[in-house]
């Protein structure tokens, strides 16, 4: 079955390296024991920094959370100083990798184009693309919406022409609303993703979960409902149970009468 949530976790470079794999451990145990992943219905990963991504992979063995880079290059091979390349990834038991985050266009000036050639390269190497979409500024849900599908349409365009038809996630993130106190309100969220997923749904061959990123942490998906396919949460989920929680929250969603016909 088709997982029917998504819940990742970027670490960004929040963390030092024994920190991390504590970390990780400590969330290892806590899926291992929720029920939720009886249900099999949910997708979880998660996005550490790039050394720890082999101490990352090992801690999670046996789990069903997939381990991903926050970056990767275009290119799959070659005189890239510094780039880390899609095949490397998946060679090591990668499976997913994070596109374009609203912070890599800020700091590293990454383009349209750069973002579009990588989800082509994550698609190329078999890895699912998490592509990082949404507003900079405040604006009416269906102008994000637009800029949201323009976005995602320019990141995915060039893979489809090659034929690469394999699953991405969207991660909708309005720009505003990550590293703030508080997420964007659950109304605005719910219609932005829903509005999103349906004009992705239209010309599709691979899947295209939405998921909701910028300052998501517990209560957020209580108050989304079915609204969104996920959550992609930051510095919410540091605390070992702030993430329990929000598994328990996607247990009671994924068991409500709504989600079982
Ligand atoms: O950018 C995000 C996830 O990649 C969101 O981060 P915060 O939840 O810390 O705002």
């Not at 970027?10 to 009886?38: C, N």
């Not at 249900?39 to 959370?65: C, D, K, M, N, Y």
């Not at 590293?179 to 659950?186: L, T, V």
């Not at 909701?212 to 949460?233: E, I, K, M, V």
Request: hydrophobic share 40%; proline share 4%.
């Amino acid at each position: 079955m088709k997982p029917q949530l998504t819940l990742g976790v970027s670490l960004k470079m929040y963390f030092g390296y024994q920190q991390t794999l504590e970390w990780s451990r400590q969330i290892a145990d806590i899926v291992r024991r929720h029920p939720v992943i009886r249900e099999g219905q949910v997708e979880l990963f998660v996005f550490p920094s790039l050394p720890a991504i082999a101490g990352t992979l090992e801690a999670f063995r046996g789990t069903s959370v997939s381990v991903g880079a926050q970056n990767m290059f275009w290119e799959d091979a070659g005189a890239y100083t510094g780039e880390v390349s899609g095949t490397m990834l998946r060679e090591m038991g990668c499976g997913y990798v994070e596109i374009g985050h609203a912070e890599r266009r800020r700091y590293f000036s990454e383009t349209d184009k750069q973002i579009a050639d990588k989800t082509t390269a994550a698609l190329r190497n078999a890895l699912i693309p998490v592509i990082c979409i949404g507003e900079a500024q405040r604006c009416t849900a269906a102008q994000a919406i637009e800029q949201a599908v323009d976005q995602a349409q320019q990141a995915l365009a060039p893979a489809e022409k090659q034929g690469l038809h394999g699953d991405a996630i969207l991660a909708y993130e309005p720009q505003w609303a990550i590293g703030a106190k508080e997420p964007a309100s659950a109304d605005f969220i719910g219609e932005v993703c829903e509005g999103l997923a349906a004009r992705l749904a239209e010309n599709a061959h691979g899947a295209r979960r939405v998921i909701y990123g910028g300052s998501a942490g517990p209560g957020l998906l209580t108050q989304l409902g079915s609204r969104t396919g996920g959550l992609f949460l930051g510095r919410f989920s540091h605390q070992p149970a702030a993430y329990k929680a929000i598994l328990d929250e996607a247990f009671t969603l994924l068991l409500s009468p709504a989600n079982r016909s």
